[in-house]
């Protein structure tokens, strides 16, 4: 891939807030001394958007669902069942 843009990477993630949230999750990794998936010389930001756009990195679960919180109180209320 030549040139990353946020349209390639709207095929794999079509929500562009959840996008954004996961390049940047991505992107602090990266710069935390995460090992990159893909080769590559430019900063975190565009590595991470490579990732997304290349497929490699991704949600674990439904993208809407995360998103609008569902996922989240979903995982709150699953926790207290185990505890």
Not at 16 to 26: D, P, Q
Not at 59 to 80: A, H, L, M, P, T
């Amino acid at each position: 891939m030549a040139r990353v843009t946020v349209e390639d990477c709207l095929v794999r993630i079509p929500n562009r807030f959840a996008l954004i949230h996961l390049a940047t999750k991505r992107a602090l990794q990266l710069k935390r001394n995460a090992e990159p998936l893909v080769e590559t010389e430019n900063k975190e930001c565009v590595t991470a958007l490579r990732e997304v756009g290349e497929g490699k990195i991704t949600f674990q679960g439904d993208v809407e669902e995360i998103v609008s919180g569902r996922w989240r109180k979903e995982r709150k209320r699953n926790r207290r069942k185990t505890r």
